[in-house]
Structure formats: C-alpha cells, structure tokens
C-alpha cells in the first residue's frame, strides 16, 4: 500500500506524521515553525507524497529538535512505506533552478545510509528558522529512510531560495527514486538492498 504513520514522543517533541507515497502531493503540516511548514508544503507537493505532519515542540527554545525530529519520523516512515522496495527506479536526480539559484538533489534507495551536503547559506535565519537546520533536518531524513543522498545548492545567493531549491529538489528527486518501473524485481544486482 506504500502508505505508514507514526506517533512519536519525546521530552522534546509530540510528532503525529503520516505518508502516502502513492499520492498527488496533498499536505497538511503544523510544525510550529512557520518557514520549516513552508518548506515541508513544498516537499510533499513536488515529491507527490501526501503528508501530514502535527508537531508540539519545545519550540520556546528553538526550532532544533522539532526540524530534526521531524526528518526521524519521516525518513523511518518512508523507509517503512517502501517496504521490500521490489519494483521501485533507487535511483533519482533534479536540478532546481529558482532566480540566481541551482539546486541539485541526486538519490539513492540504497539501504546505506550517507549524506553529502554542500551549500553555504549567508544568512544565519530564516523567519523562525536557524539555516543550519536544514543539513540536520536532510541528514535525520537519509539516515532513517537508509538513502544515500547528494545535496548541493551548484550556486546562488539569496538564502531562502538556496534552500528551498534544496527541498524541492530533492522532492523531485525522491519521485524519481520510489517511483514504480512496472518491474517485478529488486534494482540491485547482489539481489539486496541493506536495510
């Protein structure tokens, strides 16, 4: 059925989150953090998984541990959603442009965890949003969904577009990578995929 939801609870954060990757990019996000919201709207619509995501976090001390927590919980019910990964493409590539911006985001469905990040944000925040957070949010992401997992803002200088061209384009990317060939096989040649 491709679809999982979770509830999650720490001393830290309350996450209800629910994924459908066979949808058409419905969202319903409340993180409590108003650009991270924005970012996550823009992920579900260009990766046409349909999300909700409700968040109570310790957000009066700031927006860490709900962006990180929230890229836990996605990335596992990912991974839980894919299931035996039987039929799937693994692999996914997107160039975002936005204005003077380039985005890239390449994917694996690897089952071997690894992220490489490279973009260098100028500005420390964004609305509510510490610019920092979006590598832990993307590396919380990569090792519980079990994707290797490129990012690279190629160049650019305004902050919000660098990094929302990141999130689309790995939106788009992931599409690309659970997307279903038709097949009935798993695409990799030693007959696993880790994890």
């Known amino acids: 059925m491709r679809t999982a939801e979770t509830k999650r609870e720490t001393k830290e954060t309350k996450i209800e989150l629910k994924l459908d990757l066979n949808g058409t990019g419905q969202s319903d996000v409340k993180t409590g953090v108003g650009f991270f919201d924005h970012m996550l709207t823009l992920f579900a619509f260009h990766s046409q998984i349909d999300l909700t ?7 009066w001390v700031d927006a860490h541990h709900t962006v990180e927590d929230v890229g836990i919980a996605l990335g596992q019910m990912i ?5 035996d990964k039987i039929g799937i493409r693994r692999y996914g590539t997107s160039y975002l442009p936005m204005d003077e911006t380039l985005a890239r985001a ?21 609305g509510d949003f510490d610019t920092e957070l979006a590598e832990e949010f993307f590396r919380a992401v ?3 969904a079990r994707l290797t997992l490129h990012l690279e803002v190629l160049y650019g200088s305004n902050s919000h577009h660098m990094i929302e061209g990141l999130f689309k384009a790995f939106g788009r990317a992931l599409a690309e990578a659970i997307g ?13 995929i880790e994890g």
């Open 106 to 126: 390449v994917v694996d469905v690897s089952g071997r965890p690894f992220l490489v990040y490279r973009a260098d944000i100028k500005n420390p925040k964004l």
């Open 142 to 144: 990569a090792m519980n």
């Open 180 to 192: 279903q060939d038709g097949s009935n096989r798993l695409p990799s040649t030693k007959g696993l």
């Open 79 to 83: 991974n839980q959603a894919l299931g």
């Open 53 to 59: 995501v409700h968040v109570e976090g310790d957000t």
